[in-house]
């Protein structure tokens, strides 16, 4: 059982900054690439960045400059840095995560969604 935990979302000013962060947990074999997703109210959802083990990132137009994808490899964590944000950036926002598990020996790799987080940008 493989499960993705968002947090840090919350109700920030116009300007203001959060930090996402996703936890992956469970029998995991190996986490490959990850990334933030997110949907605004009657909108459907959207990549927001992603991140490959080999260091790439890649990001929406609409954040570039804006919001940092990072990952702590070690602890299995998956971060989103945002700054300055827009009203247009208020969605709930979604971790995913590439992940290989074994059962019976056998490797299996799919991906698996966190629950998202609310952020909600307004003054």
């Known amino acids: 059982q493989v499960q993705l935990v968002e947090s840090g979302g919350g109700l920030v000013q116009p300007g203001g900054s959060l930090r996402l962060s996703c936890a992956v947990s469970?029998?995991?074999?190996?986490?490959?690439?990850m990334g933030w997703y997110r949907q605004a109210p009657g909108k459907e959802r959207e990549l927001v960045a992603t991140?490959?083990?080999?260091?790439?990132?890649n990001y929406v137009d609409s954040v570039k400059g804006r919001f940092t994808i990072s990952r702590d490899y070690a602890k299995n964590m998956l971060y989103l840095d945002m700054k300055d944000l827009k009203p247009e950036d208020t969605a709930v926002y979604y971790c995913?995560?590439?992940?290989?598990?074994?059962?019976?020996?056998?490797?299996?790799?799919?991906?698996?969604w966190g629950q998202g987080t609310q952020v909600t940008v307004s003054s």
């Open positions: 995913k995560g590439s992940v290989s598990v074994t059962s019976s020996s056998v490797v299996r790799t799919r991906d698996y």
């Open positions: 469970g029998n995991i074999f190996s986490i490959n690439a």
């Open positions: 991140l490959t083990n080999g260091g790439s990132r």
